[in-house]
């Protein structure tokens, strides 16, 4: 959304931590048997980092991990006094792994932090992230800069004071975030306008992938690609319900789209590729190439009700192909150069009759004990199972 590299506040240093899953997330995915290093909210920066003494902050346990070691943050609420470092990278060989207790939900609550403070900031690449929730930010919660293949899965980040999750800065390569919830992030610098879910933004790499998520509820967009200069992989993610002021922000001007494939003050042109991903009741457009100039794919989606277009695609030369566009407030706007065929808006006699469900709340819903979307029926249609999200992950 809103807001180039000049609105994002300097990276702070480090502090404590916890976290897990949030609404729809479960958080008891078994990591391995036994962690190296073990942090409690019960437990003392002074001790051993042992599962019977514990560390304090996560602070402490990422300052001193080795390449190949596992931390395990057990449940209970971790208040933040000061922002998370996280500088030591593991290697291909030996990752290093940040995971939630098995059975158990950790949860950083970052409302102590100064509103200048992002809560997590990473510069480390060969990392593994799992089970974390954050909450009340003050700013950005995670932002991870110039990461090189890093996995991101099972976070649950709501109710930012910004974006809840950013992959941003060159170098940005080979990083995955899947299964993972981003929702009820708002901003009131920039009128709602700035806090997104999802973002990969202000940089460039190969290879980024985002898969299973739901960005959902936020002030400003869903998913923001703005200014990333690398092709993203988009697959089986949904965005809805942004650009909705919930929070009662004054002179409310959030774009809310679900997912911005483009822009910014430099817009690269860029072939993203988006898939098998469904955005409904966002304020403003479902998927918009957002003044990108470059080819992107965009195959087997679904735009519902969203207030403005399903699918905005004015500047590139897009292809569009078996997407599903119903009751949005135009269903497509299309540039000269962009190539659409076999999509609903291609063939005749299209309504929502055609939907099995037109309810969404099986897919707003807890995720099962996998992690993965819950299962609905939702937007999945009775007419050409080819055509649209099949709301499940693939």
Request: net charge negative; aromatic share 8%.
């Amino acid at each position: 959304s809103g807001g180039g590299p000049e609105h994002v506040a300097a990276a702070p240093s480090a502090a404590p931590a916890g976290s897990a899953s949030g609404p729809g997330s479960a958080s008891a995915q078994a990591p391995a048997t036994a962690a190296d290093i073990y942090v409690a909210p019960t437990g003392d920066d002074a001790a051993e980092g042992t599962l019977s003494r514990p560390y304090a902050t996560l602070a402490q346990a990422v300052a001193v991990v080795r390449p190949g070691q596992t931390i395990a943050m057990r449940g209970g609420t971790y208040r933040l006094t000061q922002p998370v470092a996280i500088r030591t990278s593991g290697t291909a060989e030996q990752r290093i792994t940040l995971v939630n207790h098995p059975g158990e939900r950790p949860v950083l609550d970052a409302g102590g932090l100064r509103a200048d403070q992002w809560t997590v900031t990473q510069t480390a690449s060969y990392w593994t992230v799992r089970g974390l929730e954050i909450t009340n930010s003050p700013s950005h919660a995670y932002v991870c800069r110039s990461c090189r293949y890093d996995t991101f899965e099972r976070l649950s980040i709501h109710d930012s004071a910004n974006t809840a999750f950013m992959l941003r800065d060159a170098g940005t390569v080979g990083n995955q975030v899947r299964d993972s919830d981003f929702f009820h992030n708002h901003d009131t610098e920039d009128n709602g306008g700035s806090a997104d879910g999802l973002a990969v933004k202000y940089g460039s790499g190969a290879g980024n992938v985002v898969r299973g998520c739901r960005v959902f509820e936020n002030s400003g967009d869903g998913l923001d690609l703005a200014e990333f200069a690398d092709p993203v992989s988009v697959t089986s993610t949904w965005a809805y319900g942004n650009g909705v002021n919930r929070w009662n922000i004054p002179n409310f001007t959030a774009a809310g789209n679900g997912f911005k494939l483009g822009a910014g003050a430099q817009t690269p042109r860029v072939g993203h590729t988006i898939t098998n991903s469904a955005a409904w009741d966002n304020s403003g457009t479902g998927f918009t190439d957002a003044g990108n100039r470059g080819v992107v794919t965009v195959s087997n989606d679904s735009a519902y009700r969203n207030g403005s277009v399903g699918f905005a695609f004015r500047s590139s030369a897009s292809l569009l192909r078996h997407n599903l566009a119903l009751a949005n407030g135009t269903e497509v706007t299309l540039g000269a150069d962009v190539s659409a065929t076999d999509n609903t808006w291609n063939q005749s006699g299209w309504t929502t009759t055609a939907l099995r469900s037109g309810d969404p709340a099986t897919a707003r819903a807890a995720r099962p004990d996998s992690g993965s979307l819950p299962e609905t029926t939702f937007l999945r249609n009775r007419r050409d199972a080819a055509i649209g999200a099949t709301m499940t992950v693939r």
